[in-house]
């Protein structure tokens, strides 16, 4: 089992900056891929930004691309996700995933993860 805490959310500014963090424990962090997704109310679940075990790709929604890194520290068992210039559309609940994987490769669907976290509200006010 893998157990994924996520931190960071919080009420911001349009224009302003988060950083969400995912910290994991249970198993060996560097085996696996992880990921970002959110959801807002009344809407569908939505990929927002992969990384591969490695750090060494990563992959985003066109939304939050050019706004958005995603990134990892393997020594800390932690994920990131830096949300710059933040947007009212950006307001959800932030979750972040993983997947035992050491391909390199990202995953970009729900389905594809086997753990998630409890969530992390992010409200950007307009």
């Known amino acids: 089992q893998v157990q994924l805490v996520e931190s960071g959310g919080g009420l911001v500014q349009a224009g302003g900056s988060l950083r969400l963090s995912c910290a994991a424990s249970g198993r060996t962090f560097s085996n696996y891929a992880m990921g970002w997704f959110r959801q807002a109310p009344g809407k569908e679940r939505e990929f927002v930004a992969a990384i591969n075990w490695s750090g060494a790709r990563t992959h985003y929604v066109d939304s939050v691309k050019d706004r958005f890194t995603i990134s990892r520290d393997n020594n800390k068992n932690t994920v990131y996700l830096q949300m710059n210039s933040l947007k009212p559309d950006d307001t959800a609940v932030y979750y972040c995933?993983?997947?035992?994987?050491?391909?390199?490769?990202?995953?970009?669907?729900?389905?594809?993860?086997?753990?998630w976290g409890q969530g992390t509200q992010v409200t950007v006010s307009s």
């Open positions: 995933a993983g997947r035992y994987s050491t391909a390199t490769i990202y995953y970009t669907t729900g389905g594809q993860y086997s753990y």
